[in-house]
């Protein structure tokens, strides 16, 4: 891959087929590469660990994995708002950073449900903390007219850690069957790696309108030019199964042995990086709704394929690449919508906003399908999940008509 950097956004605002993305963009993409080996090494053995290593239930692991896709909603507005009211995003991300490598280091002693469920707390409070003012430096250090394809940029190098992960957690676990705390030293290694990549390279930049008051920032989070993709965001992520219950139905359906499991995070994370650039220009061009639309019509036909599968290699690999695909046409894709939505003083805030809305979603989905499950089996509770996307899509796509214009 090939990626060219400069420093700061053009005068002019636009950015033609050869512009370049920021350097700040790419610094900030090897700092979530080293975050990502470290999260990803976690979350990819995390089912396995929970339901089979420690024997704790199915529901549990529901629970738990709710918590993982939800409590950084707590703290991802309060994150953006100290973006916007200090305009110190570097340090505010740093915090957050620094909190989810100590995590990894604390699953260790961590062998009950209520210490697991702590420990993912503490990491996902960072998380929360760190995305938004993360993003918020993306969006200032780059173009207008080219959002899509920096956060295209920072997104593929986001994934790279993603897919190394999984593959660096079943190496581990090849070499140590079993060896559940060789995984999480490693990640905490990555992790420890990763915070200081980001106090010591990235640059200390401040974004614009710092002071902004509490007051005006509520404002501008009320205002109609965002109401409209908040409600389309959240709808969708009500619709949203989460990544671990899609693996775990496509092990269930065939004769996947546990140590490959890992492998299925690696497929997704590959389709994603390659799609990532591609996708985030192809928004800038054709629009950013249609894209992110888009790419939940591939998470439909994720849930089809995977309701479907019997077990073969083919329909597994057709459910990871379309999955793949969901997250480069929405991961970078929502933020770069949302940056244009909102001024630059309350950027931070915004975007904070919409990720809040849909993790939100999807802890609550998280909990609901866990039950669905248990009830319905897997396959129907999919038929189920994708009966309800449909109806998702059409109406966020009512809400979204026009608002690239």
């Given amino acids: 891959m090939y990626i060219t950097i400069r420093d700061r956004p053009g005068k002019n605002g636009t950015a033609g087929p050869k512009a370049r993305v920021a350097t700040t963009v790419v610094l900030l993409g090897v700092v979530s590469l080293l975050t990502d080996i470290s999260s990803e090494m976690v979350t990819a053995v995390l089912p396995l660990y929970m339901t089979a290593e420690l024997g704790l239930s199915l529901l549990a692991y529901g629970v738990v994995d709710g918590l993982y896709q939800g409590v950084s909603a707590l703290v991802r507005i309060f994150g953006g708002y100290l973006n916007d009211r200090t305009s110190r995003p570097k340090w505010v991300a740093a915090f957050g950073y620094g909190i989810s490598a100590l995590s990894r280091i604390a699953l260790i002693p961590a062998h009950s449900f209520a210490a697991i469920t702590g420990v993912i707390t503490a990491d996902r409070l960072g998380k929360g903390f760190r995305t938004a003012p993360r993003d918020a430096l993306i969006a200032d250090a780059s173009e207008p007219s080219m959002l899509g394809r920096a956060f295209g940029v920072h997104r593929t190098l986001d994934t790279i850690g993603a897919a190394l992960g999984p593959l660096a957690a079943f190496g581990l676990l090849l070499l140590v069957p079993g060896g559940y705390s060789s995984v999480f030293v490693a990640s905490f290694a990555f992790g420890l790696l990763g915070v200081t990549m980001l106090v010591l390279f990235v640059p200390d930049l401040r974004t614009p309108g710092g002071g902004l008051a509490a007051k005006r920032l509520f404002r501008e989070l009320a205002s109609p030019r965002l109401r409209k993709p908040l409600l389309a965001a959240g709808l969708l992520g009500l619709c949203t199964v989460s990544d671990g219950f899609l693996y775990l139905s496509l092990q269930h359906s065939g004769e996947f042995a546990a140590r490959w499991f890992p492998l299925m995070y690696v497929g997704t994370n590959v389709v994603y990086l390659t799609l990532a650039i591609p996708l985030g220009r192809l928004a800038d061009r054709v629009g950013r709704a249609r894209v992110f639309l888009g790419g939940h019509a591939a998470l439909l036909l994720t849930y089809l394929v995977a309701g479907g599968s019997s077990g073969g290699l083919i329909a597994t690999l057709v459910a990871l690449g379309l999955l793949g695909a969901y997250y480069a046409a929405t991961d970078g894709v929502l933020p770069a919508l949302i940056s244009k939505r909102v001024p630059a003083a309350a950027r931070g805030s915004g975007i904070a906003a919409a990720q809040t809305v849909v993790v939100l979603a999807r802890f609550a989905v998280s ?35 026009g608002i690239d214009t």
Avoid: M, N
């Avoid at 248990?374 to 396959?379: A, F, M, S, V, Y």
């Fill in 367 to 401: 909990l609901s399908f866990a039950g669905l499950w248990q009830l319905l089996g897997p396959q129907h509770a999919l038929y189920l999940a994708a009966g309800f996307l449909v109806a998702g899509i059409g109406v966020a796509g009512w809400l979204l008509k």
